[in-house]
């Protein structure tokens, strides 16, 4: 499975413009019968205890990845944000994204004072979800339902050597993700 991301490189562009041009990617998967029919649909039946992602496709340059994660009832992320930009919809069923805004200023580390912005219920009709790179976009996504959710998301190249990072409000702590997770 092979995209192009518009006439231009993502991996060279700044990630606002990456990520505009990516969005009319991620809208022809979401009304792609047969993508769904074969990529998502069949994951529905599937049972786990915390969210996954079944299906991954990185491409031969690094400029996305491609991945199908699994939002089983009750599942939901770590609050964190990325070193990359992203955006995602929901396939099947219906994610709950939380944002948040960092109000410090970064200095002190290990330390990160959060306050949520908002939340929406996304569910296919509502359309996307977009993530800027590090405190651009700190949020959480999971499923609140008792049914099982799957979303689509299209993440351009890495900014940093990191993934991105994990934060917890209850502590005002924050930390280096250095692999997916």
């Known amino acids: 499975m092979t995209f192009k991301l518009g006439k231009i490189k993502p991996n060279v562009l700044r990630a ?8 009319p990617l991620l ?7 047969a993508f769904l029919g074969s990529q998502v649909l069949p994951l529905v039946e599937e049972t786990a205890e915390d969210w996954y992602v079944a299906h991954r496709h990185d491409s031969p340059d690094g400029s996305y990845s491609l991945q199908i994660f699994v939002w089983p009832p009750d599942s939901r992320t770590r ?3 990325h070193s ?3 955006g995602f919809f929901c396939a099947v069923g219906s994610v709950l994204e939380e944002r948040y805004e960092r109000l410090d200023d970064g200095s002190v580390p290990d330390h990160a004072r959060l306050e949520e912005l908002w939340r929406v219920e996304w569910e296919r009709e509502d359309g996307i979800s977009t993530v800027l790179p590090y405190e ?20 351009g190249p890495r900014l940093g050597e990191i993934d991105g990072r994990d934060y917890d409000p209850l502590s005002d702590y924050v930390c280096d993700r250095p692999e997916d997770r």
Do not use: C, F, K
């Open 79 to 81: 609050i964190h944000d």
């Open 27 to 33: 809208s022809s998967l979401m009304n792609d019968a």
């Open 16 to 23: 606002e413009v990456a990520l505009w041009d990516s969005i």
């Open 136 to 155: 651009g976009s700190i949020h959480r996504v999971g499923n609140p339902t008792e049914q099982a959710a799957v979303s689509v998301h299209l993440y």
């Open 84 to 86: 990359s930009w992203g």
